[in-house]
């Protein structure tokens, strides 16, 4: 794959229009400049990669606009080292940016299309990332505790099996769905103090495909 200079004007382009829209975090916006976005797009479709908007990536699903990608990832708060669970592996962009910021990354895809073919370009481009087909609903137990999980669809609700795997100080962030308009979602951080001290925020209005249970 091909990152030229072009693409890379592009990108720090598009970060500094992210950061006019208040993502404050330098790491993040670090990452939004240095990671190819194009790579998880698709042949044919540069023009679009560095606009901050979403973009379909087939299987029903979409690689998230960059601005939103920041934002859950400046909520966050990523350390170098930490163990993230992200559900929803989708394109691998968000993943790459995880990555990039020194996360050890476990991914979950439930769709098998889109698992093998993401599974393949981030073996290639980002071989630390670990990818997953599965559930998920269920998390990776497994794998146990993390210090991060994020969430990349819109949840009905939050996933208690995930807030589990959680370790005690750890953060966790999900679009959620709206009560009685699943159109719409709202970005919550739940900030895990104890066992029996589970602590939520909101932060703003988002819009994200459903997060299904079905593996396909």
Do not use: W
């Amino acid at each position: 794959m091909i990152d030229n200079f072009r693409h890379q004007g592009s990108r720090r382009i598009l970060a500094a229009a992210i950061k006019e829209k208040g993502i404050e975090n330098e790491d993040v916006l670090e990452a939004i400049a240095t990671v190819p976005r194009h790579f998880f797009i698709g042949a044919g479709f540069d023009d679009f990669a560095y606009n901050d908007v979403p973009f379909s990536i087939g299987c029903d699903q979409t690689i998230s606009q960059p601005s939103t990608v920041a934002r859950q990832t400046e909520l966050l708060d990523v350390k170098k080292g930490n163990k993230v669970l992200e559900i929803g592996t989708g394109s691998g962009y968000q993943a790459a940016i995880l990555d990039h910021l020194g996360a050890r990354v476990y991914t979950v895809e439930r769709q098998s299309d889109l698992y093998f073919k993401t599974k393949a370009l981030l073996k290639e481009n980002y071989p630390r990332i670990k990818c997953f087909l599965g559930d998920g609903y269920k998390g990776l137990a497994a794998y146990a505790p993390f210090d991060r999980i994020i969430i990349t669809a819109a949840a009905p609700f939050i996933p208690q099996d995930l807030v589990a795997q959680l370790k005690i100080g750890g953060k966790m962030v999900v679009p959620l769905d709206v009560e009685d308009d699943a159109s719409q979602q709202e970005m919550i951080l739940i900030e895990k103090l104890s066992e029996d001290n589970v602590v939520q925020t909101k932060h703003g209005m988002f819009m994200f495909v459903p997060m299904l249970k079905k593996v396909k």
